[in-house]
């Protein structure tokens, strides 16, 4: 790739240095200014045109928030928004995501240079997914916040309530994965089969991404848990820095966390999902695979497609970042490649017309 320019805003001196020191680092990259707050940080990206800004929550004058929001309105552009490990600047991170950011990268609240230091990979690594990013004009922004109940599609009232007791679904994202994973979400029935669901995301902005779903959704959103068995009308959010993996005790499906590796650079990693539901949901499982820099995820969707589940593929023209789609089409993964604002739809449909083929099979009827 070219090298990215980026601009960094900030009104701490220290990580203004630090984020620059770290990003200076990568051959690929080039630091081509900083700024201590919003205004400075405008005229900067007017005079130097950035390919990537990385940009402070917490600011004096303008908040990082309140200017993403304009600069999504008037100039639209790959934003990793840095925010402090508090529960505001959680809440911050997730919202920073709603209003078009492309990632997040956590701000230790103190030694902050050395914090930082130790995030050094992890910071170059979401600067350089976010020059890949494809950042939508606001008419066309995929996230957008959908209210009321008319927006939550709709099943026959005799599907509802019946999805076969063993199907489950598999959720898997990375760079733009909370806006695509929401606006999938947010229209399935309550009446869903459990949805697990890993994004790769800080640890500690989790309870918030789940907290933001849960409070959007018809569906139950929470972290999921050691032990826990899956249940209908619920979604489960692979805690940050913990594989989640779809284990069984008997007949019942059982959520195992695990500290094993990183697989593909990340923990929670999607391939480590998608290949526990395959082996252990089998054709009952159904994958999903949504925008993200990197592979991971596509060798366990193809997986799942090979016991015999139903895999669906995020479209590039709608991915933020092609990249782990990508490598699901290459590998012959996908059943379905698809723009986001079809998944919700066919993936209900794919599930209700399953419920009604299991229950034609219990009554011994012919299909």
């Known amino acids: 790739m070219s090298s990215c320019r980026v601009l960094i805003i900030d009104d701490s001196a220290v990580s203004r240095r630090a984020l620059s020191d770290i990003l200076s680092t990568d051959p690929d990259i080039d630091v081509v200014g900083t700024a201590p707050d919003a205004m400075i940080g405008l005229r900067k990206i007017e005079a130097l045109s950035p390919d990537v800004l990385t940009l402070d929550v917490e600011?004096?004058?303008?908040?990082?928030?309140?200017?993403?929001?304009?600069?999504?309105?008037?100039?639209?552009?790959?934003?990793?928004?840095?925010?402090?490990?508090?529960?505001?600047?959680?809440?911050?991170?997730?919202?920073?995501?709603?209003?078009?950011?492309?990632?997040v990268v956590e701000k230790p609240r103190y030694e902050v240079r050395e914090g930082l230091s130790n995030l050094s990979e992890l910071i170059i690594d979401k600067v350089k997914g976010a020059a890949l990013a494809q950042v939508a004009s606001p008419s066309t922004r995929f996230f957008e916040h959908n209210t009321g109940e008319s927006a939550v599609i709709s099943v026959t009232q005799e599907s509802l309530g019946h999805a076969p007791l063993e199907q489950l679904v598999a959720i898997g994202a990375s760079t733009g994965g909370p806006q695509a994973i929401r606006q999938v979400l947010e229209v399935l029935p309550a009446s869903m089969p459990p949805v697990l669901v890993v994004q790769h995301i800080t640890p500690s902005f989790t309870e918030s991404f789940a907290k933001s779903l849960d409070a959007n959704c018809q569906l139950s959103v929470q972290v999921g848990r050691d032990g826990v068995c899956p249940k209908p009308g619920n979604v489960y959010i692979a805690p940050g820095d913990r594989h989640m993996l779809l284990t069984r005790s008997g007949t019942d499906y059982v959520l195992a966390l695990a500290d094993h590796d990183r697989v593909n650079r990340h923990r929670p990693s999607v391939d480590e999902l998608f290949k526990s539901v395959a082996v252990h949901a089998g054709q009952s499982?159904?994958?999903?695979?949504?925008?993200?820099?990197?592979?991971?995820?596509?060798?366990?969707?193809?997986?799942?497609?090979?016991?015999?589940?139903?895999?669906?593929?995020?479209?590039?023209?709608?991915?933020?970042?092609?990249?782990?789609?990508?490598?699901?089409?290459?590998?012959?993964?996908?059943?379905?490649?698809?723009?986001?604002?079809?998944?919700?739809?066919?993936?209900?449909?794919?599930?209700?017309?399953?419920?009604?083929a299991d229950k034609r099979r219990r009554r011994g009827d012919s299909i």
């Open 285 to 356: 499982g159904t994958g999903i695979l949504l925008t993200g820099m990197g592979v991971d995820g596509a060798i366990g969707l193809k997986m799942i497609r090979e016991s015999g589940g139903q895999t669906f593929v995020q479209d590039e023209a709608s991915s933020v970042v092609f990249g782990m789609p990508r490598a699901a089409v290459e590998l012959d993964a996908a059943d379905t490649v698809l723009g986001i604002d079809r998944i919700a739809e066919c993936l209900t449909r794919y599930v209700f017309r399953n419920s009604e």
């Open 59 to 103: 600011m004096p004058g303008m908040d990082g928030l309140t200017f993403l929001e304009r600069l999504m309105k008037s100039n639209p552009m790959p934003v990793v928004m840095v925010s402090a490990y508090t529960e505001a600047g959680s809440d911050a991170a997730i919202r920073s995501l709603e209003l078009g950011a492309v990632d």
